[in-house]
DNA sequence: TTCGTTAGTTCAGTATATATGAACTATTGA
DNA sequence: TCAATAGTTCATATATACTGAACTAACGAA
């Protein structure tokens, strides 16, 4: 198994954000990771996307390699879990407010939808 | 041909903007619409690409198309050509400053690559 | 050490999306 | 009616994404 590996701040690029963001369960994950005080592992992801309907592992693995490979978030493996934390800091530090005006939008949005139905 | 067709504020999203945004190339064309006073034909932005290297007119089409139906430009016959405005005041009426922060990242980033060399 | 369990990754096949040259369409002007 | 211009659509090659099945890594128990 190929050791996990992150970007560097200076690696990270804009359209690898917005690409990374473009898929709302990614950005839920991410969503629900900023607001976290913690670490949460993959597992907690599973039920994530809308309807309820589980996603596969591998297609987590898959979201969650994205969401790294972006630059978005940093994954430790600790024991058999793989803890994920989000990289606030260094993205502001390289964005400015961009990333979270980016969350504002998607959180509006899904107000508007739970208050349609 | 089938006409041009736009969607409605309300089917505008925010995972679209962000896919048609995570396209340098397409962020480039709205970042040239969205500077530019007035409207611009497709054929000026078959050059837009970095290295010179021009853009097949098809490839040029379906990135205007995807721009289009993600709801970030505005496109119109008039005579022979295809005339495109960005659809800023109703972008920023329903998404606030998300879109301006993106287009500030990738300034400051295409920056950076100019700086660099 | 070996076995079982848990958590996640990789593989392989399939499905979906993108890029582009060639052919086509719409509009204008001669 | 014909030619020119500006874009679009089509067909096909290539690349990406999704998912079940098989695999691996870490740990605890016997």
Known sequence: MRPIVHPTPDEITVEGILYALSD???ARIYAQLAEAACA???AAFLDIA???KPL???TLSMQ?????????IRSERQG???KNTPRCAELKEKF???IEEIMKAYQ???GKKRGRR
């Open 24 to 26: 709302p369960v990614r």
């Open 40 to 42: 949460r592992n993959c």
């Open 50 to 52: 809308p309807g309820g």
């Open 56 to 58: 596969a592992k591998s």
């Open 64 to 72: 969650m390699r994205i969401l790294r490979e972006a630059g978005l």
């Open 80 to 82: 058999v879990e793989v």
């Open 96 to 98: 400015g407010p961009m």
């Open 108 to 110: 509006k949005s899904e």
